[in-house]
């Protein structure tokens, strides 16, 4: 695996924090600042039933169904599929991403969005679950955290002194997730029965940002307590000198400080 990130356990799985403080409109507001929006909205047929395998809130769901997309949700937190039905008369099930309750190729399309790198055993079995409930060429959009250059060459190794200091200071932590490079995910997908079509950069649009926001929220954010964040600012929103890396950095590649990557996948037979 490419990186591990650990973090504290406060009985809060990783994969569950950051859907975990906000309301569901400002979830679904984020979809238009999405760097990869465009290529949902090329890449998943509107005539066929899509299913957004850990959801969390929903948004996508939300989002893509106002826009014509048949897409249901699922995700084994019930309490945040009941947050999104409040917001939201959309259809929604509780279920296991690893154990679909869905017939075998039943789908158009598949969402998988910040969920096959929560597995410690890795994410063939979850690729591989998906790749089950989609009809033979269906369509994949599997996103995951991009272990970039400036995660490669400067943050893994603070996170790393970090990690030894809390274990030092008593303190116990557990796996959150892998971080890949664009390559690591391509194999993945293929290794599950995928051919990848597509890799794109998975970040937001300034002034946000997915990966300096990630790295430190409260160096490169307006994060100033566990939560929350400054007055008149919101989660995401990235602070002047994190803006001047993202540009600088950008006008290099966009991958240089991308939180996420995302491929593009279709079910091989």
């Not at 955290?145 to 030894?164: S, V």
């Not at 995910?185 to 029965?193: K, Q, R, S, V």
Request: charged share 25%; proline share 5%; net charge positive.
């Amino acid at each position: 695996m490419s990186f591990t990130y650990y973090t504290v356990d406060t009985g809060i799985e990783t994969s569950q924090v950051f859907w975990s403080f906000d309301a569901v409109a400002d979830h679904v507001e984020l979809c238009d600042a999405e760097t990869t929006l465009p290529v949902f909205l090329a890449a998943l047929p509107k005539n066929e039933s899509i299913l957004d395998a850990g959801c969390g809130l929903a948004r996508w769901v939300i989002f893509l169904r106002t826009r014509g997309y048949r897409v249901v949700g699922t995700d084994r937190a019930y309490s945040a599929l009941a947050a999104a039905r409040r917001e939201a008369d959309v259809p929604l099930f509780t279920a296991d991403t690893m154990r679909l309750p869905i017939r075998d190729a039943a789908l158009g399309a598949v969402i998988s969005l910040g969920v096959v790198e929560h597995d410690p055993a890795g994410p063939v079995a979850a690729l591989r679950e998906i790749r089950r409930v989609l009809r033979p060429g269906g369509i994949a959009l599997v996103a995951v955290p991009y272990n970039n250059p400036f995660r490669r060459a400067l943050i893994n190794h603070l996170r790393r002194l970090r990690d030894w200091q809390k274990r030092r200071a008593g303190l116990k932590l557990v796996f959150g997730e892998y971080r890949f490079t664009a390559a690591e995910l391509t194999t993945f997908l293929h290794t599950a029965g995928f051919e990848v079509e597509s890799i794109h950069v998975d970040d937001f649009t300034p002034p946000l940002g997915k990966g300096l926001w990630v790295d430190s929220s409260s160096f490169f954010g307006y994060r100033i307590g566990p939560i929350e964040i400054a007055p008149g600012h919101k989660r995401w929103e990235l602070n002047r000198r994190a803006r001047v890396i993202q540009r600088a950095a950008n006008a290099i590649s966009p991958w240089l400080v991308a939180g996420g990557v995302l491929a593009v996948a279709r079910r091989v037979d």
